[in-house]
């Protein structure tokens, strides 16, 4: 990206660390990882033994104590890159509901074996089969019996389940038709897969268009202790709002530097390739695609810093967290289409990395929670509208 406009912030320092380690892990990495559909541990364990999928947790429990957009600052600078920070991401964003809602016996318990990398908390299970986007609908039931819960019920899209120690479960405590508000009578809890699995937990691998380490997830009576709550029983729908709202945050930085990734690629090639005696750059059907793809990707990024200003400050920042994610998202998306047009057939093979990464920024366009939610929102805030969950 050009330096007069390249994106300043405080965290110089730990975007040029990330680009120096993703140096070690170059294309044909993750290209083979693709090929054979595997997950990239030792991309993961050199993020972990480097601290940086530690950065949000608070140095008296061993992290960094930094706040949210350091974590964005290094997911975008991965993707920028060539690489795919959803292998591990959700280590980050699982932060902000543990963090804010976990008492200080469950921080004491977690935190610090998570910061060393002991434990892995990559797994969120709330997505349902028959719920989709609706998370109020969920029907995965966590029982109450003395000093546990047994859970019964199927959870879907739960990425990373297969390489995590940990997960953050969204179940319903008490029937829906008994509450006043469709998001109460949900609550959180952590829990530990290696207890549960083989003792009611079972996870099936989902094949996907892009190398995703998605399960589907089946509990049958499983066994969770009462002390794994988080937070309070019955609103647990409010308690993850803060993680969902980090997630998207997140994500939307994800896509930032996917696309700049795509312009950057588009641009060198049109500098580069040369047909009828010059180079294709200097074909305005080239060029403004790209300028156009950069124009879009510029304006993402800054409701991404803003949604980042606001839920560092404590403010309600559900609706341009939403907002950040689906701008960012459609800036990736089109930066992807453009890139392939520039390449041509070229953009279709392996040896050029856009086909990964077309697949892997395409997942983030499926954004229905994000369009909901802004509607949601704006309903509410701006017309006056009742809340709808």
Same mark, same amino acid.
């Given at each position: 990206m050009p330096d007069e406009i390249e994106t300043t912030d405080d965290y110089a320092d730990i975007r040029e660390a990330v680009r120096k380690l993703c140096r070690d892990f170059a294309d044909e990495y993750w290209r083979e990882r693709d090929r054979t559909k595997t997950y990239p541990s030792e991309f993961v364990a050199a993020?972990?033994? @480097?601290?940086?999928l530690a950065v949000l947790i608070p140095e008296d429990y061993g992290g960094a104590g930094l706040p949210l957009s350091a974590a964005a600052a290094i997911l975008e600078e991965i993707h920028h890159a060539g690489g795919n920070g959803a292998a591990c991401h959700a280590q980050m964003y699982t932060m902000g509901t543990l963090l804010r809602h976990g008492s200080h016996a469950q921080k004491s318990r977690f935190l610090p074996a998570i910061a060393s990398g002991k434990l892995r908390l990559q797994a969120f299970g709330v997505t349902e089969p028959s719920s989709g986007s609706d998370t109020t609908a969920i029907t995965t039931y966590a029982e109450k019996r003395g000093d546990h819960y047994l859970v019964s019920g199927q959870k879907i899209w739960t990425s990373?389940?297969?390489?995590?120690?940990?997960?953050?479960?969204?179940?319903?405590?008490?029937? /829906?038709?008994? $509450? @006043?508000?469709?998001?109460? %009578?949900?609550?959180?809890?952590?829990?530990?897969?290696?207890?549960?699995? &083989?003792? %009611?937990?079972?996870?099936?691998p989902i094949r996907t268009l892009m190398n995703h380490a998605t399960t589907e997830v089946f509990f049958d009576g499983v066994r969770i202790p009462a002390e794994n709550l988080i937070g309070d029983e019955g609103k647990g729908f409010r308690h993850i709002l803060s993680g969902m709202n980090a997630e998207r945050i997140l994500i939307a930085a994800e896509c930032i530097g996917d696309a700049k990734w795509f312009i950057d690629k588009a641009t060198h090639y049109a500098n580069d390739r040369v047909v009828f005696g010059r180079p294709i750059g200097q074909n305005q059907g080239i060029q403004f695609p790209i300028a156009r793809a950069f124009a879009d990707m510029r304006a993402a990024e800054l409701m991404v810093r803003e949604a980042t200003r606001r839920y560092e400050a404590g403010a309600d920042a559900g609706a341009e967290a939403n907002m950040a994610k689906l701008l960012a998202a459609d800036a990736s998306n $089109? @930066?992807?289409?453009?890139?392939? $047009?520039?390449? &041509? &057939?070229?953009?279709? @093979?392996?040896e050029y990395?856009?086909?990964?990464?077309? /697949?892997?920024? /395409?997942?983030?366009q499926v954004a229905p929670v994000s369009t909901n939610l802004i509607l949601a929102h704006l309903a509410e805030h701006v017309l006056g509208l009742p809340r709808s969950y």
């Open positions: 993020l972990t033994d @480097a601290g940086f990373r389940a297969e390489h995590s120690d940990l997960m953050l479960l969204l179940a319903r405590t008490s029937p /829906r038709s008994d $509450q @006043a508000r469709r998001s109460d %009578g949900l609550s959180v809890f952590v829990v530990d897969m290696r207890e549960a699995l &083989g003792n %009611g937990l079972e996870l099936r $089109q @930066a992807a289409n453009m890139c392939i $047009q520039t390449f &041509g &057939g070229f953009g279709f @093979a392996e990395d856009i086909e990964r990464k077309f /697949r892997e920024t /395409r997942l983030y």
